[in-house]
């Protein structure tokens, strides 16, 4: 199969290596020279650390760097069957470069976004034949992550969805299939992660550390909400979430954080500039977390239940199957466990009583329950996969 990418930059040059390790023969495109040089000098320094840890053996990296072809010439992907383009989320330069594509490309070819937050239908819409167009949707680190989510737009033909999730297989991905709407599954289902977390802040309830403690204590995430937030980046997620927000014609549920978006004004923005809601300059002490086990419990019960009422509202309005929008948030952003399983583990009653005491408490659209896990609490039900 002959595979093209648009954009050598971490995400499509982490595309390229998948298919290409899946013996696919890619030509990796960009307009920059350096951007190939430096793309085709990483992939050299990953393979030597598979080596090293005996994932590979030296045949195989051979192997995989035979299949990528780095070009700054568009017309080399002519004869792909299937193009995935990972450039910056701006509508208007991804329809032209689809525009520009579909004149080079065969009547068969699938041309694949890997966009987190636009529209397919708006990207299919530049082209003539808007039916091969799909939305795949790779996390990162790309080679890593088994999760795609995989984007039908109103146009997709069902031939080029059943092809795109018979490829994603065969690469071994996890493809979760997701409808056309903002934020697809993953960035919509984890708003309340950050957005929850930022409210209990700016109530005073706790600070970063103690809420970033409660949710790796009592709900085993690998990363608290404002550690995860500093290692995206502050300015990345707070884009995100105003993205979202403005997309839901400004639903409560994802309304903004005023402390977000002054820590991305201050230029505190995680990891990346060396402060954010850490401090991560050599020997500073950050605070210890108030480990008070009541306090821990109601914080960690706020989050989740806001996660498990997104999730349950995604399934209401049918962006994805139950299976699908657990094996999202497991492989897409490594949450211990199933928000939907997790649902069915504290029972409907819990879920809807609890989301019940904070709309009493705040009387804020943001809280309302999700009409689906009141009639599966009426019914007796549980969620099924």
């Known amino acids: 199969m002959k595979v093209g990418v648009i954009g050598a930059g971490t995400m499509g040059s982490g595309i390229a290596q998948i298919a290409a390790t899946a013996s696919c023969q890619v030509q990796l495109f ?22 090293e840890k005996k994932r590979i053996s030296v045949e195989e990296k051979q192997h995989i760097q035979l299949n990528i072809n780095y070009t700054a010439s568009l017309s080399d992907l002519n004869k792909c069957d299937l193009v995935i383009e990972a450039i910056v989320e701006n509508l208007e330069i991804k329809q032209q470069v689809f525009q520009d594509l579909e004149k080079i490309v065969g009547a068969g070819t699938i041309l694949a ?9 708006s990207i299919a819409s530049a082209l003539a034949k808007p039916e091969r167009c799909i939305g795949m949707h790779f996390f990162n680190p790309a080679p890593l992550m088994k999760l795609v989510e995989v984007i039908p737009a109103v146009q997709t033909s069902d031939h080029v969805v059943q092809k795109s ?11 979760a299939l997701a409808k056309d709407t903002p934020g697809f599954i993953v960035n919509r289902v984890a708003r309340p992660f950050y957005g929850e977390a930022l409210r209990i802040y700016e109530e005073g309830i706790a600070n970063f550390v103690t809420i970033d403690w409660a949710m790796k204590h009592f709900g085993k995430f690998r990363m608290g909400p404002f550690e995860l937030m500093d290692f995206i980046g502050n300015d990345v997620n707070y ?3 105003e993205t979202v927000f403005k997309a839901f014609y400004y639903d409560q549920r994802y309304k903004p954080s005023f402390t977000q978006k002054r820590f991305a004004e201050a230029g505190y923005l995680g990891r990346k ?23 821990g419990k109601q914080i960690f019960e706020r989050i989740l239940i806001m996660l498990i ?3 349950a509202d995604a399934l209401f309005m049918q962006i994805a199957s139950a299976k699908d929008i657990d094996l999202a948030m497991k492989g897409g952003v490594n949450y211990p466990k199933g928000l939907l399983a997790w649902a069915n583990q504290k029972g409907m009653d ?6 019940d005491d904070l709309y009493d408490t705040y009387r804020e659209d ?6 689906l896990l009141r009639k599966m609490m009426k019914e007796k039900k549980e969620f099924s996969f």
């Open 309 to 311: 009422n997104e999730a």
């Open 366 to 371: 943001r809280y309302r329950c999700s009409p």
């Open 239 to 241: 884009t995100v979430t």
């Open 30 to 51: 960009d307009k920059q020279n350096t951007a190939l040089e430096h793309s085709k000098t990483q992939l050299d320094k990953i393979l030597n650390r598979l080596i």
């Open 350 to 355: 819990w879920c809807v009583h609890q989301m």
């Open 165 to 175: 999730l018979q490829i994603l297989t065969d690469w071994k991905k996890s493809p």
């Open 273 to 295: 500039s060396g402060k954010g809601y850490y401090d991560y300059a050599e020997n500073v002490q950050n605070p210890n977390p108030n480990t008070d086990e009541t306090l």
């Open 113 to 121: 976004s890997n966009t987190s937050s636009l529209s397919i239908a």
